[in-house]
């Protein structure tokens, strides 16, 4: 391109250079205006023409010259390697854009399941929430019913401003024989009816163990106990005594020889199950006390070995306590012998 723009220029100031030469020599005089003109108009044309001719040359090498740049062959190839980069940085564009998604869509499906976890965790308190709810109403409910129950069985003025007495609402929460302040309340009726008493827990087998000698340590110096028994075929029953289960008789009798029976009349049966009283009917053998033993009721009426949690205890009720004619072992014990499952022993105090 430099080239012909050169030739151009090189053919320009050639053709002014000889017009201005003949116009200088015209000017001389030697020829007239007519004829100046005239060679003028013919200068002119010639450089017109030769002009055109060597543009014609110029734009044919200029054409020669982007044929031989840019064959056929090699824009195809161009051309391919073009689409093959738009296509790789499209291919590019969109598997970042897949795994964006991916990523988008395993995310969201986490969310989605830590938000079913949380509203089935915030239903299931709110079920609590409201079966506990519905529990203590309840609960209420009944304590303000046995209150009226209890004010109607003791009057009012051997209570404190005619409210239940402490002890008597924690009874049935330590024990799990008794069922409900129902049973309590009647058997304090069993008891002493019309009395004021209280009681606390000093020995049970899931806190004691069931070993003769713990029994009798808890059971010292305390005169007035009731006894609650449970077996595992689901029998309750139970005995009461105002006389001492400790273990000086044991050790007295290692010296001397005495009748280990203790007399007791205000000594006492009953069932949980049937709500049952039975009264004992030989005195002088209310209880029985000896080292291979835990506890004796009557001559055989109930009887709880050491290690009764394992070894069978036995019953031949009614021999001192109910009514031998009527009564059955079966309403007591449920047979002559049983496996004891739990024992739970209470201190009475009467209060008034």
């Known amino acids: 391109m430099d080239e012909i723009r050169r030739d151009l220029k ?26 100046k003109n005239e060679y003028y108009n013919i200068e002119i044309q010639q450089f017109e023409k030769g002009n055109n001719n060597k543009s014609r040359v110029n734009i044919a090498k200029t054409q020669n010259i982007f044929s031989q740049c840019l064959k056929p062959k090699k824009i195809i190839l161009f051309l391919l390697i073009l689409f093959i980069i738009i296509i790789y940085k499209f291919h590019s564009r969109s598997k970042n854009l897949e795994n964006q998604i991916k990523i988008i869509t395993r995310e969201k499906l986490r969310i989605t399941n830590i938000n079913k976890e949380l509203d089935l965790s915030l239903h299931k308190i709110e079920q ?130 005495i009748n280990s029976f203790q007399e007791d009349k205000h000594s006492f049966l009953f069932s949980l199950d049937n709500y049952k009283k039975y009264t004992v009917r030989d005195t002088s053998k209310a209880i029985y006390s000896d080292d291979k033993h835990v506890l004796v009721f009557g001559d055989g009426d109930i009887i709880i070995k050491d290690n009764y949690l394992v070894k069978k205890s036995e019953s031949f009720f009614p021999k001192t306590y109910g009514n031998a004619g009527v009564d059955k072992v079966n309403d007591l014990c449920g047979g002559n012998s049983f496996i004891v499952k739990n024992i739970e022993m209470f201190a009475v105090h009467k209060l008034r």
């Open 10 to 35: 090189d053919s320009q100031v050639f053709h002014f250079g000889t017009i201005n030469n003949s116009f200088s020599s015209l000017s001389s005089g030697e020829k007239n205006n007519n004829l």
């Open 128 to 257: 609590d929430y409201k079966s506990t709810k519905l529990k203590l109403e309840s609960t209420e409910k009944s304590l303000k019913e046995l209150q009226m129950k209890y004010n109607s069985i003791y009057p009012k003025e051997g209570l404190i401003s005619g409210e239940i007495p402490n002890d008597t609402i924690l009874i049935p929460l330590m024990s799990s024989i008794i069922k409900n302040y129902e049973e309590y309340l009647k058997i304090l009726d069993m008891i002493s009816p019309g009395s004021i008493l209280t009681m606390h827990l000093i020995y049970k087998t899931m806190f004691h163990g069931d070993d003769i000698k713990t029994f009798k340590k808890r059971a010292r110096k305390h005169e007035r106990t009731l006894i609650l028994i449970e077996t595992n075929s689901g029998k309750r029953f139970g005995g009461y005594s105002t006389k001492d289960w400790g273990i000086f008789r044991e050790i007295l009798s290692n010296f001397i020889d």
